[in-house]
């Protein structure tokens, strides 16, 4: 599974910070306070002990899976090795990286119902070199009745993805849009939490029920985990609406909002009919500039190696 040359020199030659930085609407930049920039990080001598991000919303079309797949190809062109788990019955992921659900041979549910099954057996390569990801089924949405019985019920998905954490730097999990118990299996297996949050009035409503969600599995299943940040998506430069929430949100929850936000564009619905990142689809477009900028943002406050 290693890189070729070409392939690393062609992560390398993606890397760099992108003339559409200074384009990128920030949190500094809208509530008044200094710039702020991120350097590119310094390439990885070793691998592994992977950091376990789930990105998280019970309100669904905020951007989850747009920012798990750019996110997630991001930090492969920086030269870190990432898993991608789809976490949702409705596979939107898997759809949105060209798998057809039709074709595979197995998928994240089967490694949450039948342990003697394998993650190595549903790893699938993606179009981006350093990028893998495990597929997820509509049958997945079985898996909440099949689990009750079950004795640790909150921990499988920690138990599938243990044997691959030597060897990828960064998992991302693309949780359903509910906080029932596959949601708590993510949260249970991961270091972080990251909350992709529209920038509208009534998508303020769901994140205090959100951080009492972490706060009791802080509690019960997982005392590591952390909130790494609150993502900004949908931004619009243009309107007062957006840059009121994004100052409600940021005195809410202080110090945990990202410098880097995401605007809305048409180029993110493309990606999905064309089954790859942005930052291959229109590699120069903003958003991929805004994506790389969030991966190096994350890096810099130490979330992912």
Known sequence: ??????????????????????????????????????????????????????????????????????????????????????????????????????????????????????????????????????????????????????????????????PVLDFYDVILIDCQPSLGLLTVNALTASDWVLVPLECEYFALRGVALLDDIIKKVQINTNSELQLLGILPTMFDRKTVHSREVLERISDAFPGKVFDTTIARTVRFPETTVAGEPITSYASSSIGAAAYRRLAREIISMGGVR
Not at 127 to 153: F, K, N, Q
């Open 1 to 162: 599974m290693a890189k070729s040359a070409s392939e690393i020199s062609r992560l390398n030659a993606k890397s760099t910070i992108s003339k559409f930085d200074s384009e990128i609407v920030t949190s500094s930049s809208v509530l008044g306070h200094p710039a702020k920039e991120f350097p590119i990080p310094a390439p990885l001598i070793e691998h592994g002990n992977a950091k376990i991000i789930s990105v998280v919303n019970q309100k669904g079309g905020v951007g989850k899976t747009t920012t798990t797949i750019n996110l997630g190809a991001a930090f492969a062109e920086l030269g870190r090795r990432v898993l991608l788990v789809d976490f949702d019955p409705q596979h939107s992921l898997s759809v949105g990286l060209n798998v057809s659900t039709r074709d595979i041979e197995g998928s994240i549910y089967n490694l949450m119902m039948d342990e003697s099954t394998s993650i190595d057996e549903f790893l699938l390569k993606t179009s981006v070199p350093g990028m893998d990801m495990v597929p997820a089924h509509e049958d997945l949405s079985g898996a909440e009745g099949g689990l009750v019985t079950v004795i640790a019920r909150e921990k499988i998905l920690k138990r599938v993805l243990a």
